[in-house]
């Protein structure tokens, strides 16, 4: 079980009630037991880990899952991203830094962009390597190092990215052009 997770907002509002003294709030809310928590209702033994990479942490999950699989770690595998938005705490200081667009869209590649909207979503896909195929081909993950900011990735560290992931599933570096 590979669960990218985000945000302490729960962990927050239980904390501000009477229920956030209990032994379940304790463990319940903690981003870094969730992938256990499956574990243990679905019954379920192996690679087990939470991820809380921000924005990648999804991505980071589910290229553990894939590595996971490939190195016979495991014959089938869960990945879960999970985030939420609780709490105008996290939304309000990134727009005071700047970093949210004021229309409230995401313009990737445009010159209106101005900034990310933050969104919330869950997701989960099952990986199996008992029929010998598997559904994703090729994955990689890395930090940008230097760029210009949090939020502005450093282009050729993409580029490397991308090159590592085509490799990796031995399809042509030709495809970024």
Known sequence: VFVGIENHDFD???GATSLGQSVYAATGSSLAIASGRLSYVLGLEGPCMAY???CSAALAASHSAFRALQRDECAAALSFGASLILTPVVSLGFATAGMTSGLGRCHTFDRR???YARGEGCS???LDSTKGKLL???SAVRQDGKSASLTAPNGQAQRR???SALADANAPATLLS
């Open 52 to 54: 809380a990479t921000a």
């Open 136 to 138: 994703m081909v090729g």
């Open 161 to 163: 990215l991308l090159t």
């Open 113 to 115: 962009a101005d900034g």
């Open 12 to 14: 927050q509002i239980l």
């Open 124 to 126: 989960g896909v099952a």
